[in-house]
């Protein structure tokens, strides 16, 4: 029995000393591949990181078109080019980038929901007249950010087909800054009034800033239906077109901006839902035909501190045709007015310097003037209205003061 304890006893001191010389033996080991493989280990991790960085930064970066093999060079077709990198823009969240080259696009170019267009100058033209170079359908918050001229295929007047320079159906909150669009034989810009936007309301739609639409045969378009209502517009220029803007849908606002020296000017025009639109600060004048004309707006139009010059009796009207609630006020008008076909239209607190304004038409008595004035008094209702005649009960004459 002494013998079996002190065997058991050497037992249990030999199993303890084993373990422990196992134990620093596997911990020296694990040390030595620590040591081994620690750095691999830790230079992999570092690559999972970096490659994570680059990922990230290449789901921000600009994807310039140059890099899908666009050449812009005027004379070859970089359609294929810009629509790979529009693609790859629209996978990966990025912004587009297009340097300051001319390029031939001879294919409607998609814009997509939340895709960011950036030029530095560039110029996209076509040679196919029937196309739009820019269109965007049913598309949610994107970003067209110039300077960035679109270029069409007018080389004269008088040429007429269907391309468009941007081409809009069923878009909201999305942003137009620094665009020109020239030579279209369509129009420069097109607002569908179908399908409506996805945006959160009818309030939701386009804004549009340093906008110039030159020698186009319309230079704006805006449709009629609710989906081209509700854009805001400002700093825009219209310069040698057929018709400056031709507008339908109502609530547009239009402000600090210029319409100059086209044929005709701003065509307000009828439609499912039309008018009460505004105008604000802008100059409108020496347009050919018309520099108004408002046709069967029977639910008003606002012009507020706007300017109207035309450069002859008959060339530069403001032609109120079928309409009622147009309403000028706060600015000058140095052009005939033209009240026709029924509707009680309003221009008040207007100053009306040299001869070139008169009021005129079938139904000029229905245009009610007060606080008109030229360069040293103040005018009366007779003084204003040519057509007298036609006028079976003039206007109730308020007090008037002659300036001193």
């Known amino acids: 029995m002494p013998g079996r304890r002190r065997r058991i006893k050497l037992g249990k001191r030999f199993s303890a000393d084993a373990m422990k010389r196992t134990g620093q033996r596997a911990f020296l080991a694990l040390a030595l591949l620590g040591l081994y493989l620690g750095p691999p280990l830790f230079m992999w991790q570092q690559v999972k990181v970096v490659r994570h960085a680059v990922s990230s930064a290449s789901a921000t970066r600009e994807i310039s078109v140059l890099d899908y093999g666009a050449v812009g060079d005027g004379v070859t077709d970089d359609g294929a080019a810009f629509e790979a990198a529009f693609a790859d823009a629209f996978?990966?969240?990025?912004?587009?980038?297009?340097?300051?080259?001319t390029y031939v696009i001879n294919r409607p170019l998609k814009i997509t929901s939340g895709m960011v267009i950036r030029s530095t100058g560039a110029t996209l033209t076509h040679t196919d007249s029937t196309i739009a170079i820019l269109s965007a359908r049913k598309a949610d918050a994107w970003v067209i950010q110039g300077p960035l001229t679109l270029s069409g295929t007018r080389t004269e007047k008088g040429q007429h087909d269907t391309e468009t320079g941007l081409s809009l159906a069923g878009c909201s909150r999305y942003i137009v800054d620094k665009l020109s669009v020239t030579d279209f034989r369509g129009t420069g810009i097109r607002i569908a009034g179908k399908p409506e936007?996805?945006?959160?309301?009818?309030?939701?739609?386009?804004?549009?800033?340093?906008?110039?639409?030159?020698?186009?045969?319309?230079?704006?378009?805006?449709?009629?239906?609710?989906g081209a209502e509700y854009n805001l517009f400002t700093l825009l220029s219209f310069s040698g077109n057929e018709t400056a803007a031709r507008i339908v849908a109502g609530n547009n606002v239009i402000s600090a901006s210029n319409v100059v020296d086209n044929v005709g000017g701003l065509a307000l025009?009828?439609?499912?839902?039309?008018?009460?639109?505004?105008?604000?600060?802008?100059?409108?004048?020496?347009n050919k035909t018309f520099n108004v004309h408002a046709y069967n707006q029977l639910n008003g139009y606002t012009f507020?501190?706007?300017?109207?010059?035309?450069?002859?009796?008959?060339?530069?009207?403001?032609?109120?045709?079928?309409s009622n609630g147009v309403h000028f006020f706060g600015g000058i008008i140095g052009a005939t007015v033209i009240n026709d076909g029924g509707g009680t239209n309003v221009i008040t607190n207007t100053f009306v310097p040299g001869p070139r304004f008169n009021v005129t038409g079938n139904n000029a008595c229905s245009l009610y003037t007060d606080t008109l004035f030229d360069r040293d008094r103040m005018l009366t209702w007779a003084d204003t209205h040519n057509a007298l005649s036609h006028c079976t009960t003039p206007q109730p004459e308020p007090a008037r003061q002659r300036i001193q």
């Open 91 to 101: 996978k990966h969240g990025s912004p587009v980038l297009i340097p300051r080259r």
């Open 197 to 226: 936007g996805k945006g959160s309301g009818r309030g939701d739609q386009g804004q549009y800033a340093f906008v110039s639409f030159r020698n186009n045969t319309v230079g704006l378009q805006i449709d009629e239906g609710t």
């Open 269 to 286: 025009t009828a439609g499912s839902n039309h008018g009460h639109g505004i105008f604000n600060a802008v100059n409108i004048n020496h």
């Open 304 to 322: 507020s501190g706007c300017h109207v010059y035309g450069d002859s009796p008959t060339a530069g009207t403001v032609h109120l045709e079928r």
